[in-house]
């Protein structure tokens, strides 16, 4: 079974720049999930996705990121205009509902961003 | 909102000694507790879970217990071998399980 796909692997942008991260499922996940890994800290959700509704985005910084999830597939996360604090490592996870429990709760490689 | 607190931060032992991880959580509604082992360069990965009707669960090398009165969990590796070297993080979650919550991380470093 094929993983969490993220792209790009490494990304550095200057502050006041914008930018975009990728992320593929693993195929049948119908729960999508972005966390924020800042160095030496665990990952804190952004937003996470229902096929291709929102279902919990409290934790976004709404003024600058963005997400979609079209089709409930892919996603991308958007950051427009990245600060230096936005560094860090961002991750896409991805999971199924089985007999009403979370199956298969499984991470990607994550994107680090380092805003310059 | 669950707050997760993760001890120690850094964790320095002989090849084939045990590491012991320790987690708490301040919601008592949290009632799924996953570990994670993080290498670098790598998204993290489950190696262990405990769910709240549980006190300890095993597996080969690796065991979780949980105390549901004190809040607290822990991560238990016994003979740590130098592959076991990464960072590990606790997480908790309750409800449906797919908000989690996680700790700080402990990286732990196995000498040969």
């Known amino acids: 079974e094929a993983g969490v796909a993220q792209s790009p692997r490494y990304k550095i942008i200057e502050k006041r720049q914008s930018v975009a991260f990728w992320c593929n499922p693993i195929s049948g996940h119908a729960t999508l999930y972005w966390y924020q890994q800042i160095l030496g800290q665990g990952p804190k959700l952004l937003i996470q996705?229902?096929?291709?509704?929102?279902?919990?985005d409290s934790q976004l910084p709404k003024d600058r990121f963005s997400a979609e999830r079209l089709k409930g597939v892919d996603s991308t996360l958007k950051i427009q205009p990245a600060k230096l604090e936005d560094s860090a490592v961002y991750l896409c996870a991805s999971s199924s509902q089985r007999q009403g429990r979370t199956d298969g709760y499984t991470f990607g490689s994550g994107t680090r961003l380092t805003v310059v | 909102g669950e707050n997760v607190e993760q001890h120690p931060s850094t964790l320095s032992v002989q090849e084939g000694d045990s590491a012991v991880i320790k987690c708490t959580y301040s919601d008592s509604a949290s009632n799924y507790f996953p570990w994670y082992k993080q290498e670098l360069g790598k998204g993290p990965q489950l190696i262990i879970d405990i769910r709240s009707n549980v006190g300890e669960k095993k597996d080969q090398r690796i065991a979780v217990t949980l105390n549901k009165t004190a809040k607290h969990f822990s991560l238990h590796i016994t003979e740590t071998q130098p592959e076991d070297s990464a960072v590990y993080f606790c997480?908790?979650?309750?409800?449906?399980?797919?908000?989690?919550?996680f700790g700080s991380g402990t990286k732990l470093n196995v000498k040969p």
């Open positions: 997480a908790a979650s309750k409800y449906n399980f797919n908000k989690f919550y």
């Open positions: 996705f229902q096929n291709n509704g929102v279902v919990d």
